[in-house]
T-cell receptor, first 114, second 118 residues
Framework: DSGVTQTPKHLITATGQRVTLRCSPR?????VYWYQQSLDQGLQFLIQ???????AKGNILERFSAQQFPDLHSELNLSSLELGDSALYFC?????????????FGPGTRLTVT | AQSVTQLGSHVSVSEGALVLLRCNYS??????LFWYVQYPNQGLQLLLK??????LVKGINGFEAEFKKSETSFHLTKPSAHMSDAAEYFC????????????????FGQGTILTVHP
């Protein structure tokens, strides 16, 4: 158990819908990262927050957004969902924003868009 | 920009045999390098990491990796495979340069699925 929790574990929804994925980082970790894992794209970095502020952005679609709240939990919002958004979404956390600090991964949320 | 190439999407070994999973990276600055393992239906677990100092890094479950700057490689090895090692393994790179918009992100390879035969 990494100490990072993600809810829900599974999510099945229809095209065009909007969903919210939630992540609680390890106690004491200030930085949260979101990654998408799919068969065709592999593991892709989406976005990073540090202590409530956006720190880095990767290949995140405009239909996706995220935020980190004062209690440090984070939410990833996916809207106007398409079939291609079906993937495993991971949240990871670390003590600091980068450097040698390792990232601890949650169990993931499996999103299926039908 | 950074990138990682894992040679071989599937590796199959017999129980007790040497495990060698290959990783080559590209980075314009000294990198931090990581190996993660993913068991079915689970998240990623850190096996080991290289930041600075000793180039031979030991990790959990008997795995180790050697950073070779001249070869831009960070291959993962284990002297004797166990059935429980069957999983997918990911090599990842991260910049050591502070600041900028890429400081924290991990760039992953495509993964190598390790199968262990009895």
């Amino acid at each position: 158990d990494s100490g990072v929790t993600q809810t829900p574990k599974h999510l099945i929804t229809a095209t065009g819908q909007r969903v919210t994925l939630r992540c609680s980082p390890r106690s004491g970790d200030l930085s949260v990262y979101w990654y998408q894992q799919s068969l065709d794209q592999g593991l892709q970095f989406l976005i990073q927050y540090y202590n409530g502020e956006e720190r880095a952005k990767g290949n995140i679609l405009e239909r996706f957004s995220a935020q980190q709240f004062p209690d440090l939990h984070s939410e990833l919002n996916l809207s106007s969902l398409e079939l291609g958004d079906s993937a495993l979404y991971f949240c990871a956390s670390s003590v600091q924003a980068g450097g040698a600090y390792e990232q601890y991964f949650g169990p993931g949320t499996r999103l299926t868009v039908t | 920009a950074q990138s990682v190439t894992q040679l071989g999407s599937h590796v199959s070994v017999s129980e007790g045999a040497l495990v060698l999973l290959r990783c080559n990276y590209s980075s314009s600055v000294p990198p931090y390098l990581f190996w993660y393992v993913q068991y079915p239906n689970q998240g990623l677990q850190l096996l080991l990491k290289y930041t600075t100092g000793a180039t031979l890094v030991k990790g959990i479950n008997g795995f180790e990796a050697e950073f070779k700057k001249s070869e831009t490689s960070f291959h993962l090895t284990k002297p004797s495979a166990h059935m429980s090692d069957a999983a997918e393994y990911f090599c990842a790179v991260r910049t050591s340069r502070a600041g900028g918009t890429s400081y924290g992100k991990l760039t992953f390879g495509q993964g190598t699925i390790l199968t262990v035969h009895p």
